[in-house]
């Protein structure tokens, strides 16, 4: 681990996971902010002005953060990955020029002018401002996606006989790359579940402090008539409504992510059987109908798997059948050795971590229907007729740490789909030790694993931090920008209780 190559995946891999925190919640949380603002267009409710408002906030931090974080991303090809930088440019550089220069420019000039022009345009120019916004994000997500759709499943190149690299030869081949258009619906889709799962947790914790205010006699009391003749909306109302909008949107995103991530599983039976043998930890070809295995014990050593299965069940999800065999990781080994042993030797591994693609799978696809389930009984909870979540501190505090499901979800995916792909970089073309940078030392390494680990403590620090004192400010706080000083707005009417 304490080499170049160790420390390099190190590197690579924590500056992503802690990107990636950020990447889905950002493009998640503009398309709530964009419906609430359209609601508000649409309804003409003002609820809906306050909510796009306030939750616009958290937002605008994710943005922040998820900026410098992708800056430090930016870094580690050029650091790190020289070589593989050098091998893959033709193909990297194209997507990633065009994410650059279209999307993420049209992302962050939106995103300022959505955040300072409240009112100086009619509303629904206004909501034309964070929809441009999140299609920004969204698009630069697909950019992004290529590069690494490249990378899972090579298409629309060559390699360039004079210098070993690979050339691009068909522009709308590398962008159709079938890897690409299940991998955006599913990122996507977990982005939509990531923005509306944080706010459905976020809104849980306004709500327990709201109710506890109330309990305990230090609410304030507000004017039920603002002084511009409009209705005052209390916090529970503002943080019920909210929860129930958000959980629509991540009861709908759920379902969306895990018909997406069915077509992943089915994509990547035949593209890379290894990786998906190691995501059900078999080793030997399964039986027909094949197993499916609940939970394992693997043993990587000796490469065995105990386990407790429900029978049948891998043949129903992996081939929406009652039979077929799934092919194990040995019998993938040995098809991996005869396709490249000619050309990387006889020597390779090509082995993945099993142990962590198997749980990291189970994570992912647990989120993927608690989301579903959650959303489902906080729409019951708060239905009009009998509400029982406010009153209910401990179904709030559920809630409340259920925003960070979530990124649990998304930290296994990408550890499946990176991982998933060892001893590859590019897949097929060219293996993880051969990408590192010739001139990386094992003491500047440290250093910068140091450095960027204490600066993610910080930045991670920073994201609670504000978003926590944009919740206790509360949604009737009228500061300016991202309203993020402590004082209270002039134009704030609050009456204390006592
Ligand atoms: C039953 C539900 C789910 C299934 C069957 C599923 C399936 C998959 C599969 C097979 C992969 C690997 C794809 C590859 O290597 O090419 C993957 C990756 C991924 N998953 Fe899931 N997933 C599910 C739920 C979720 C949820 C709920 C989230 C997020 C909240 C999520 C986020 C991701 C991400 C970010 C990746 C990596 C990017 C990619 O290659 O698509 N997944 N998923």
């Known amino acids: 681990m304490l080499n170049v190559l160790g420390l390099s995946r190190f590197q690579f891999a924590m500056t992503t996971v802690f990107h990636f925190f950020y990447v889905p919640l950002s493009i998640g949380l503009a398309l709530c902010v964009a419906i609430m603002e359209t609601l508000y267009v649409v309804k003409r409710k003002e609820i809906y002005k306050k909510m796009a408002k306030f939750w616009g906030k958290i937002f605008l931090l994710?943005?922040?953060?998820?900026?410098?974080?992708?800056?430090?991303?930016?870094?580690?090809?050029?650091?790190?990955?020289?070589?593989?930088?050098?091998?893959?440019?033709?193909?990297?550089?194209?997507?990633?020029?065009?994410?650059?220069?279209?999307?993420?420019?049209?992302?962050?000039?939106?995103?300022?002018?959505?955040?300072?022009?409240?009112?100086?345009?009619?509303?629904?120019?206004?909501?034309?401002?964070?929809?441009?916004?999140?299609?920004?994000?969204?698009?630069?997500?697909?950019?992004i996606l290529a590069a690494n759709s490249f990378m899972q499943h090579p298409t629309g190149f060559e390699i360039n006989k004079a210098t070993g690299r690979v050339r691009m030869t068909n522009f709308w081949d590398v962008l159709g790359n079938p890897q690409l258009w299940r991998a955006f619906p599913h990122v996507f889709f977990g982005a939509v579940v990531t923005g509306s799962m944080v706010l459905v947790g976020m809104s849980a914790w306004g709500l327990l402090r709201a109710h506890k205010q109330e309990q305990n006699g230090t609410a304030q009391v507000e004017p039920t008539v603002e002084a511009?003749?409009?209705?005052?909306?209390?916090?529970?109302?503002?943080?019920?409504?909210?929860?129930?909008?958000?959980?629509?949107?991540?009861?709908?995103?759920?379902?969306?992510?895990?018909?997406?991530?069915?077509?992943?599983?089915?994509?990547?039976?035949?593209d890379q059987p290894m990786k998906f043998a190691a995501t059900e930890g078999i080793y030997e070809d399964t039986k027909d109908p094949a197993p499916w295995a609940v939970v394992s014990l693997i043993n990587e050593k000796d490469k065995t798997a105990k386990s407790i299965e429900i029978p049948d069940m891998l043949s129903l999800l992996a081939y929406h059948s009652p039979s077929g065999s799934v092919k194990g990781m040995n019998t993938a080994?040995?098809?991996?050795?005869?396709?490249?042993?000619?050309?990387?030797?006889?020597?390779?591994?090509?082995?993945?971590?099993?142990?962590?693609?198997?749980?990291?799978?189970?994570?992912?696809?647990?989120?993927?229907?608690?989301?579903?389930?959650?959303?489902?009984?906080?729409?019951?909870?708060?239905?009009?007729?009998?509400?029982?979540?406010?009153?209910?501190?401990?179904?709030?505090?559920?809630?409340?740490?259920?925003?960070?499901?979530?990124?649990?979800?998304?930290?296994?995916?990408?550890?499946?789909?990176?991982?998933?792909?060892?001893?590859?970089?590019?897949?097929?073309?060219?293996?993880?030790?051969?990408?590192?940078?010739?001139?990386?030392?094992?003491?500047?390494?440290?250093?910068?694993?140091?450095?960027?680990?204490?600066?993610?403590?910080?930045?991670?620090?920073?994201?609670?931090?504000?978003?926590?004192?944009?919740?206790?400010?509360?949604?009737?706080?009228?500061?300016?920008?991202?309203?993020?000083?402590?004082?209270?707005?002039r134009n704030e009417r609050r009456v204390a209780l006592a």
């Open 228 to 270: 511009d003749g409009s209705e005052h909306i209390s916090k529970r109302v503002f943080y019920t409504r909210s929860i129930r909008l958000n959980a629509v949107i991540a009861l709908i995103g759920a379902i969306l992510v895990i018909i997406a991530g069915d077509l992943q599983t089915t994509f990547i039976i035949d």
């Open 333 to 489: 080994n040995e098809e991996l050795h005869q396709q490249y042993d000619a050309k990387f030797g006889k020597d390779m591994n090509y082995y993945v971590p099993v142990t962590v693609l198997f749980w990291s799978f189970r994570f992912m696809a647990a989120v993927g229907f608690g989301v579903l389930l959650l959303s489902i009984l906080v729409l019951w909870f708060t239905r009009k007729s009998k509400d029982t979540l406010w009153s209910s501190d401990w179904k709030l505090w559920i809630l409340g740490l259920c925003t960070y499901l979530p990124f649990v979800g998304n930290t296994g995916g990408w550890l499946i789909t990176e991982l998933g792909r060892y001893p590859w970089l590019v897949y097929g073309l060219q293996t993880i030790a051969d990408g590192v940078s010739p001139t990386a030392t094992v003491p500047s390494l440290l250093f910068t694993n140091i450095v960027y680990f204490l600066l993610f403590l910080f930045l991670g620090g920073v994201m609670i931090f504000y978003s926590r004192r944009v919740l206790h400010q509360g949604p009737d706080y009228q500061g300016e920008g991202l309203g993020l000083q402590m004082q209270t707005g």
């Open 62 to 143: 994710s943005f922040a953060v998820g900026v410098v974080t992708g800056i430090i991303q930016e870094f580690q090809f050029g650091m790190n990955w020289s070589n593989y930088s050098r091998f893959m440019g033709d193909i990297f550089g194209a997507p990633l020029a065009i994410e650059a220069l279209l999307a993420f420019f049209m992302e962050s000039t939106f995103i300022g002018v959505w955040m300072f022009t409240w009112n100086r345009f009619k509303p629904a120019v206004h909501a034309i401002f964070i929809w441009l916004t999140f299609l920004g994000s969204s698009v630069s997500a697909i950019w």
